[in-house]
């Protein structure tokens, strides 16, 4: 199938947003794949930015934004790669961009509770919500701060929306091993009681999920369900999917992980051992 054509997409993206079913929002839903720091909104980042003095730039675009309206525009992804380069670059720029306003107990609060409330909304009644500690620690984060913000929307969102969530710590896999056991020591075990799973995440070029077999044993014996990545179109993708369906890995989801389709070998691993994604 070749590249969509971008019109069609835009005239999708208007459809979805102004046709609301009404039957579809009262259905009572789970969510299993949302990544937190992906649902930063432009509006709350913009604040957050301000209330900690952050200038908001990008590379990509050569531009420092001064206003919602103009950061919002940079996240319109769909547009052409001529007017906005790839668009996993532009995601990944996004994604780790926004993460640079979050600094503070009350910023994971607010950004958790922004999305529990649009979950909430939409008939969301259980969400397992992934997180990358690695990526906050980096920059100075400390785990308690990031813990304490969650652990306040989690308990505020069961009370308040009726929205029962569970964590997944998720690991970066172009960060070393050794960063991902220090912090499944630090992060995921202290913290058992908000955390269902650990997952895998990151740029997956030449990052083989293989490389984590010493953490996914190691929280499997912990009594922790495992899931990884695997992204649609990626460099050995099937190679990866087949590590992550046995063993010694053997996780117990898969993220993605559409190009298994390709594939009679992984479809059949799939349907027997029937693995979600």
């Known amino acids: 199938m070749g590249r969509i054509p971008y019109p069609l997409l835009q005239t999708w993206k208007s459809i979805i947003h102004s046709t609301p079913s009404p039957f579809l929002l009262s ?16 509006t709350l980042r913009f604040a957050l930015a301000r209330r900690n003095h952050i200038p908001l730039t990008s590379a990509r675009l050569n531009k420092t934004f001064t206003s919602v ?30 993460m640079e306003c979050l600094r503070e107990e009350r910023d994971f609060y607010e950004l958790s509770m922004e999305y529990f409330t649009r979950a909430s909304s939409m008939g969301v009644r259980y969400c397992e919500v992934m997180f ?7 920059r100075g984060v400390s785990i308690p701060v990031l813990m304490s913000g969650l652990r306040r929307a989690q308990l505020e969102a ?23 056991l220090q912090h ?4 995921a075990l202290p913290y058992r009681h908000m955390i269902a799973g650990i997952g895998l995440d990151s740029n997956e070029f ?5 490389i984590f077999a010493a953490l996914f044993a190691r929280a499997k014996r912990d009594g922790f369900k495992t899931t990884a990545h695997s992204d649609v179109a990626q460099p050995d993708a099937h190679v ?3 590590q992550i369906l046995t063993e010694p890995l053997l996780l117990d989801r898969v993220d993605h992980g559409l190009d298994a389709a390709l594939s009679r ?13």
Do not use: W
């Open 27 to 42: 259905l009572p839903k789970l969510e299993l794949h949302v990544h937190l720091e992906g649902t930063l909104s432009p």
């Open 69 to 98: 309206e103009e950061l919002q525009e940079a996240y319109q992804l769909l547009e052409p790669p001529s007017v906005k380069g790839p668009g996993v670059s532009a995601f990944f720029e996004a994604y780790y961009g926004g």
């Open 132 to 138: 990358d500690p690695q990526a906050h620690t980096r």
């Open 158 to 180: 069961e009370e308040k929306l009726n929205v029962k969530v569970q964590f997944i710590m998720c690991i970066l896999r172009d960060a070393p091993l050794a960063s991902a």
């Open 184 to 187: 499944y020591k630090s992060t």
């Open 206 to 210: 030449q990052h083989p999920p293989s």
């Open 240 to 242: 990866h999917l087949k």
């Open 265 to 277: 070998e992984l479809i059949a691993l799939l349907n027997g051992r029937g693995e979600g994604f």
